[in-house]
């Protein structure tokens, strides 16, 4: 499968529109696609005023100038970023502190041995005892339905809940493996 990587939308009218830009003279911003674009954002957003830039590092320059960055002030940036990322804010005097990734690898560790280690170790062992089941043993149904199993095939068992009453089970429902002679003292 190959996927598309950066391909721009088009809506059929881009050559018309360019045509219009050059019969304008209008082709480096601030004419009528300009305008109709901020009234656009505008509308859809309920902001006051949209400002179009001609790239990011303008937006981010603009948002230093907005924001009042001057000397001394520190501006807490990504570590993997372009540079005119960090320029915008130097230029006014700013000083980045880079944030890494490592927090970030940190949280997945921690998570990996609190959460996901635990959670495969037990799937592991249901596995184990769901592929050693066999007739005689007793079960506790994810269900809670408690009973002996009295036949056991690929993927279900049959579950003798009362005398002369049994169900049908999918194996991998079995949540608990009891020792043998609990049905009996708990009755």
Not at 17 to 46: K, V
Not at 47 to 74: V, Y
Request: proline share 5%; charged share 20%.
């Amino acid at each position: 499968m190959k996927v598309p990587f950066n391909r721009p939308h088009m809506t059929g009218r881009e050559l018309s529109y360019i045509a219009r830009a050059h019969q304008n003279s209008m082709l480096a911003g601030d004419g009528p696609f300009t305008a109709a674009c901020s009234r656009w954002l505008e509308q859809r957003t309920g902001a006051r005023k949209a400002l179009l830039t001609h790239s990011c590092t303008a937006a981010l320059d603009m948002a230093a100038i907005l924001a009042g960055i001057g000397p001394g002030d520190e501006v807490i940036l990504p570590s993997y970023t372009f540079v005119s990322t960090a320029n915008a804010f130097v230029l006014r005097g700013g000083v980045p502190g880079f944030v890494g990734i490592l927090p970030i690898i940190l949280m997945f560790v921690l998570l990996y041995f609190l959460m996901i280690r635990p959670q495969m170790k037990r799937a592991k062992e249901h596995k184990t005892m769901v592929e050693a089941l066999q007739k005689g043993d007793e079960v506790i149904t994810s269900g809670g339905v408690l009973g002996r199993i009295t036949k056991v095939s690929e993927a279900y068992i049959l579950v003798e809940i009362a005398p002369n009453t049994e169900v049908s089970v999918q194996k991998t429902a079995v949540q608990t493996l009891l020792p043998k002679g609990t049905i009996k003292s708990i009755q």
